[in-house]
């Protein structure tokens, strides 16, 4: 668990709990053990697992968790994804929270799964991109893992993309792209993000390592595809539906980029009972 999700969970558990859960304060003795289990509603590709255990530990760290299943795992309605044994004022109080971290993870990696099954015959990669909710970005592109697709890059420093308002900025894709390679380490690639066939011809000739056709109608992403003639990796990006990639992959590309696989996920549903346990005491 590194700190930045230690401190995601923190903030989460903070943000629900304030200064008491009132409710299971006043009702449940401080001693009463439960055991508690999440389970699945619907049929989902499970992600998160470790996190909910954590929220969990948190605030018990005598909470005894157990997995019913693996993260990347599909499971069917009612089908069980973990239990959680110990005091109930920790199981009840962290319910919510732990919910929400595998509802959102699992959202993703289930509607991720589903554009997978889209091309699982082909040689396409599909990634995902920055499009990720503030502080939740490595979460989220380990749900996308999870469902079967790629990370694009993770932020700003790992991956030179140079896109439409770079280019504006220096002028052209030609003066962009020799920019860059005045300065950029040796060891990374230059990806260029174009708009039209002139762009492509401009950033074949300044030497582009991937080339992003962006926001391209099919017959045209077609046609650049025959211009680049594998002479740089070609990547897709901008409006793709789900739908829509087969006749991608089909097209000769090589990386279909998507931002809908985070930030168009639903949240799945997930619940969990919580029932008195006898005979087993606190950390046992």
Known sequence: MTLSKKRLI????????????????????????GLGVIFAKEAVV????????????????????????????????G???????GRIRSLLTGE?????????????????????????????????????TPGW??????????????????????????????????????????????KAPHLLKIEIEVSDLDQVKEALEAGAEVIMLDNMD???????????DKRAVIEVSGRVAKEDLRVLADAGVDIISMGALTHSARSVDLSMDIRPVTGCPAGK
């Open 96 to 132: 919510r929270t732990a919910l929400n971290f595998l509802q959102r993870l699992s959202g993703i990696a289930t509607w991720v799964r589903s554009h997978v099954d889209m091309i699982k015959e082909t040689s396409v990669r599909l990634v995902d991109t920055r499009k990720t």
């Open 137 to 182: 970005r490595a979460l989220e592109k380990y749900a996308v893992r999870m469902g079967g697709a790629h990370n694009h890059r993770m932020g700003l420093y790992d991956g030179i993309l140079i896109k439409d308002n770079h280019v504006r900025s220096c002028g052209s894709v030609r003066e962009a792209i020799a920019r860059i390679r005045e």
């Open 10 to 33: 923190e903030m989460a558990l903070e943000e629900d709990i304030g200064a008491m859960d009132i409710t299971t304060d006043l009702l449940i003795d401080p001693d009463q053990q």
């Open 79 to 85: 089908r069980s994804i973990l239990e959680a044994k």
């Open 46 to 77: 499970v992600a998160g697992i470790h996190l909910a255990k954590e929220v969990f530990f948190c605030l018990d760290p005598d909470v005894r968790v157990r997995f019913m299943c693996s993260d990347g795992d599909a499971v069917e309605a």
């Open 218 to 228: 099919i017959q045209t992403i077609r046609e650049a595809v025959f211009l680049i």
